[in-house]
């Protein structure tokens, strides 16, 4: 089957992207999430070295592209905002508002990957780690959200609309063997530990490349318009946004997913320590793991640090990913 990859990057250090930013936004702060960590194209080089196999890389910007980027590579699809959202609502600055229009790319395949620009790809994968018989490969673990910090909030809109349309038991019933798969390992007690409640409490995120159907985003947009619309026109995010897992969590209640054992990952939060004792460099270099995201967390204030941390991971990167790939000029 033809699998893309789409990924969504913003410079924040773009002039013309931070005039456009604070035109609308009157602090002068400028979150985290939006710092460039000059290490974009170790994941370009990946997907060259690791997954050869992919159709298209759609990749999703707020119009501005890195210097280095190949943008005439015939596997490479630029899309601005405005290719995929209503002109009324750009410019947004808010990947809520994005992500949920991700299956109107032009071109995109029935089955795509989503990856942040915090994702990367150490090993090798097939296309089977991220696609079964048609079906996204997924982990269903239970959960109960305890806080409504972060992205909380947004999860709990998920889940307040995926409990209108589905009904938890009945999903469990009809897809047990997926609820209970045994290489979920001691996770899976989560599922166990939370079966009285009746309705969906939360799933474990995470916070990997994710596969989705283009065609469970269009039978979303069906069934919930109305909020889609209003989340796609907020320019910063709001307590009423839902995101993408809104997304995933329609195919975990379906059952159209085939279930895969995420021991193959690594969540990083990004801290001097770990980065001064070579801890997170080792994760990168051993190779352990096929995919692994370095989540900035704000963690890392001060412009030295910042500056160190950059050499740090380009070097653990570069170890692995040395050659510059067709997608660099």
């Known amino acids: 089957m033809a699998i ?111 990856f942040n620009d915090d994702f990367f790809l150490v090993s090798p994968l097939s296309e089977e780690r991220f696609f079964k018989n048609g079906l996204p490969r997924d982990m269903l673990v239970s959960n109960a959200l305890s806080s409504s910090a972060g992205v909380g909030q947004y999860v709990l809109n998920d889940l307040e609309i995926l409990n209108r349309h589905f009904d938890k038991r009945t999903a469990m019933k009809n897809n047990f063997s997926k609820w209970f798969f045994p290489l979920y390992g001691k996770e899976m007690l989560r599922n166990m530990a939370l079966l009285p409640w009746p309705r969906f409490t939360g799933f474990v995120d995470p916070h990997q490349p994710q596969p989705f159907l283009k065609s469970t985003f269009k039978e979303v947009w069906r069934e919930e318009r109305k909020i889609l619309e209003r989340t796609s026109a907020a320019k910063f995010r709001t307590c009423s946004d839902v995101n993408q897992y809104l997304f995933r969590y329609w195919q975990l209640a379906k059952g159209e997913f085939a279930p895969v054992s995420m021991r193959d990952s690594k969540y990083v939060t990004l801290n001097m320590d770990d980065i001064r004792s070579g801890k997170i460099s080792e994760i990168i270099t051993s190779q352990k793991y096929t995919m692994v995201c370095l989540n900035d967390n704000e963690a890392i204030e001060s412009e030295e640090d910042l500056e160190g941390a950059k050499r740090a991971l380009q070097e653990a990167l570069g170890t692995i990913l040395p050659n510059k790939s067709s997608f660099e000029v």
Do not use: C
């Open 4 to 114: 893309d990859f789409v990924i969504l990057w913003v410079d924040g250090n773009d002039p013309a992207w931070q005039e456009a930013y604070h035109a609308y936004r009157e602090s002068e702060d400028q979150p985290a999430q939006f710092r460039d960590w000059d290490n974009l194209y170790y994941i370009f080089r990946a997907f060259e070295i690791f997954t050869p196999w992919v159709r298209k890389i759609h990749f999703v910007t707020w119009g501005h592209l890195p210097e280095w980027l190949n943008a005439d590579h015939p596997k490479l699809n630029i899309v601005k905002h405005k290719d995929i959202l209503d002109h009324k609502n750009i410019p947004v600055f808010n990947s809520n508002a994005i992500e949920p229009n991700m299956h109107k790319i032009d071109g995109l395949a029935e089955h795509f990957v989503l």
